[in-house]
């Protein structure tokens, strides 16, 4: 049974960091592209970042959040990560790991297999 769970989430101030993590069970972790998305109310889910392979070099952001927003892996702990700094209130969203088992379609949402229950960021202006 393949099993996402995020971790990471909470309040914090406009500027502030946090970091999201994602532990994956129950599949092959190192040969899936990992992604992270985000849906704020009222609002479609929205792709955040993306990495395929295992390496960790193959990575991918949304424009919103370049240079702000790093993804990482830890293949050995089946481990992927989220580094989020300089938040912004608009940021505030639930924020979820995905697994997919191609490296198309990497910021599809709809074209992912597998899903976290999701985690909170809040951030405050």
């Known amino acids: 049974q393949v099993q996402l769970v995020e971790s990471g989430g909470g309040l914090v101030q406009g500027g502030g960091s946090l970091r999201l993590s994602c532990v994956v069970s129950?599949?092959?972790?190192?040969?899936?592209?990992m992604g992270w998305f985000r849906q704020a109310p009222g609002k479609e889910r929205e792709f955040v970042a993306a990495?395929?392979?295992?390496?960790?070099?193959?990575?991918h952001y949304a424009d919103s959040v370049k240079g702000r927003f790093t993804i990482s892996r830890e293949n050995a702990k089946n481990i992927v990560h989220l580094q989020m700094n300089s938040l912004k209130p608009e940021d505030a969203a639930v924020y979820y790991c995905?697994?997919?088992?191609?490296?198309?379609?990497?910021?599809?949402?709809?074209?992912?297999?597998?899903w976290g229950q999701g985690t909170q960021v809040t951030v405050s202006s």
């Open positions: 995905a697994a997919r088992g191609s490296s198309t379609d990497y910021n599809d949402y709809q074209k992912y297999d597998y």
């Open positions: 129950g599949m092959p972790f190192s040969t899936y592209t």
């Open positions: 990495m395929i392979g295992w390496s960790g070099m193959n990575t």
